[in-house]
């Protein structure tokens, strides 16, 4: 059974470890998450994708009408609303009656501040290392140029390519 998605279209910024590509994916058969996440494919395909270098956000380096882009490279993914990069089982309320926690992860050329739900026992570990998930959401998500501290892209939800973290720290509950 194929997901069905509301839109056929979702905009959004891909960060690799030096370049962020905006573009346009269709999502009409599944979601972006469970795109990033399938394992029978190694690329993603863009249309309407602008390419800029990290450290120089806003100077478009080059634009095409379609374009690839390997999953592996893909450091983090921003997003207006948090439903468009939500897997669906994490749309629904089973999975998200649990915690709410602040963390703070580095990634190459970004550190990234939001939320990430847990449903059990924290164990930092269990978080990168359990599922066959290779991206995990960070909610209302916040990512910061480690290079350029004044470039900042925020978004609904950021989801970051477990392979590409550095570090992952939690904030202690007050």
């Known amino acids: 059974m194929k997901e069905q998605v509301s ?23 599944k979601k972006l998450a469970s795109q990033l996440n399938n394992t029978s494919s190694s690329f993603l395909e863009l249309e309407d994708a602008y390419i800029s270098n990290v450290d120089h956000p806003a100077d478009i380096l080059a634009s095409y009408a379609t374009s690839i882009l390997r999953k592996d490279s893909i450091t983090a ?6 439903e468009d990069g939500l ?12 915690y709410l926690r602040r963390v703070f992860i580095t990634v190459p050329s970004f550190e990234i501040e939001g939320y990430l739900r847990l449903s ?3 164990d930092l570990r ?8 290779a991206f995990i959401p960070i909610l209302d998500g916040q990512m ?5 501290p004044d470039f900042v892209f925020t978004g609904g939800v950021i989801l970051i390519n477990k392979a590409h973290v550095g570090v992952l720290c939690i904030e202690e509950e007050e």
Do not use: P
């Open 87 to 98: 897997l669906r089982e994490q749309t629904y309320g089973s999975y998200f009656g649990t």
């Open 7 to 29: 839109s056929s279209w979702l905009v959004a910024d891909f960060f690799t470890y030096r370049h962020r590509l905006s573009g346009r994916v269709n999502v009409r058969q």
């Open 120 to 122: 059990g026992k924290l």
């Open 77 to 82: 993914v921003a997003l207006a609303r948090q």
């Open 144 to 148: 910061r140029s480690s290079v350029r």
């Open 126 to 133: 269990t978080v990168l290392t359990t599922g066959t998930d």
